[in-house]
């Protein structure tokens, strides 16, 4: 899957602007704080969809691992703030950055499936994130991925935690919750 989401980032240079302006803002649910990720490797850029939001009036707030076994804390931050190494080695806001509960996530996603199923880098990280801020209130859970990263079934095990959107820039999809 990482061999193919580099072929199709190598594919679609334009994918991440098509999927931010295929992103319906209407539909979106309410929030004022939406978290994203700094893309790794061939993951898709979130930079386009972050501007859509941003110019929405939403606050922008970014993970930051401070162990490499625990939930990844939201911070607060801004264009142009210093950011630092964190327990994974991706740039984040410093420690002292204001922690918040974004209403609304920007997933990374290695492979998605028809039913929300997303199978991440493997180290657990965002499902015990998703998790944690799931059971203290409201979450929205957007999956960024290319159209290509579509699989017939992503593995899903009981700590594995679904999305309840992906876009690509082939356009937005909400997935049914099971009852």
């Not at 190494?85 to 028809?114: E, K, M, R, S, Y």
């Amino acid at each position: 899957m990482r061999r193919r989401r580099r072929l199709l980032a190598l594919e679609s240079p334009d994918a991440a602007e098509l999927a931010a302006q295929a992103l319906p803002l209407e539909d979106l649910p309410t929030f004022t704080i939406f978290g994203a990720y700094r893309a790794q490797g061939a993951e898709m850029d979130p930079a386009p969809v972050i501007g859509r939001l941003t110019d929405a009036g939403a606050a922008l707030s970014l993970p930051a691992a401070t162990a490499r076994d625990a939930p990844l804390d939201y911070r607060m931050t801004q264009a142009g703030q210093t950011l630092v190494l964190d327990a994974f080695g991706i740039p984040a806001p410093p420690p002292n950055a204001p922690p918040v509960a974004p209403q609304l996530i920007l997933a990374p996603v290695l492979a998605f499936d028809a039913k929300g199923g997303r199978l991440g880098q493997g180290a657990g990280a965002f499902d015990r994130t998703l998790q944690a801020l799931r059971a203290a209130g409201p979450l929205f859970v957007v999956g960024l991925a290319y159209a290509g990263q579509e699989v017939d079934h992503a593995a899903f095990d009981d700590h594995d935690e679904p999305l309840d959107a992906i876009l690509t820039e082939r356009g937005y999809r909400v997935f049914p919750k099971e009852t």
